[in-house]
């Protein structure tokens, strides 16, 4: 079996991965809180990362890039900058075929950077298998939901849940092995 696809992600309670404009400064106020949220224990775990292009270019603008120790593959239908010391690939085509990708490069579990459209993606291929999400004490009100109308098939099995001082809430699920979810949620 191979090992697993981890969709690591912050939410705000009203379920916004981001801000109607892509930004996630709401996730501001929790950085740098000396609370880690399970952050290096994923990183000490897994073999690369996935993401798509949304995501990608927005983390190309931070002052550094902070995945030089992995490999990261970005779902994209044609070459974007890579940034210095970054080991990026660029896979066109569908879910399926960046996760072939990444097989290819690593037999340790993958972490699904983002965004929304490529989880909801992955989700609806079948592909994730873990859900880690950081639950943010933030009311959002509008922006971009992890999941749309559709609920990932299969259902959801809580495996764990920790809360921090900050308020946040960690959340680990495994995916496709509880009751089916109800749709239109």
Do not use: H, N
């Not at 190309?60 to 010391?85: H, I, M, Q």
């Not at 859900?131 to 933030?138: G, H, N, R």
């Not at 009100?141 to 809360?163: N, S, Y």
Request: charged letters at 20%; a negative charge; proline letters at 9%.
């Amino acid at each position: 079996m191979p090992s697993p696809i981890i969709l690591y992600i912050a939410a705000s309670l009203d379920g916004y991965v981001a801000a109607p404009d892509g930004s996630f400064d709401f996730l501001s106020p929790f950085e740098g809180t000396g609370e880690d949220y399970g952050y290096a224990c994923l990183l000490s775990r897994i073999g690369a990362l996935l993401m798509g292009r949304r995501t990608y270019e927005q983390i190309l603008g931070f002052d550094t890039w902070p995945y030089s120790d992995l490999p990261v593959l970005v779902l994209a239908s044609r070459p974007l900058p890579t940034p210095e010391g970054g080991d990026v690939s660029f896979v066109a085509g569908g879910p399926a075929d960046l996760v072939r990708a990444a097989r290819k490069r690593t037999d340790r579990p993958l972490w699904l950077v983002g965004g929304a459209r490529l989880a909801q993606s992955m989700f609806g291929a079948g592909l994730v298998d873990e859900l880690e999400l950081a639950l943010v004490p933030v009311l959002l009100g509008d922006g971009i939901r992890l999941f749309g109308a559709q609920a990932p098939p299969g259902g959801l099995t809580l495996a764990e849940a920790r809360t921090f001082r900050s308020g946040l809430v960690m959340l680990r699920y495994r995916v496709g092995t509880g009751s089916p979810q109800p749709t239109g949620a």
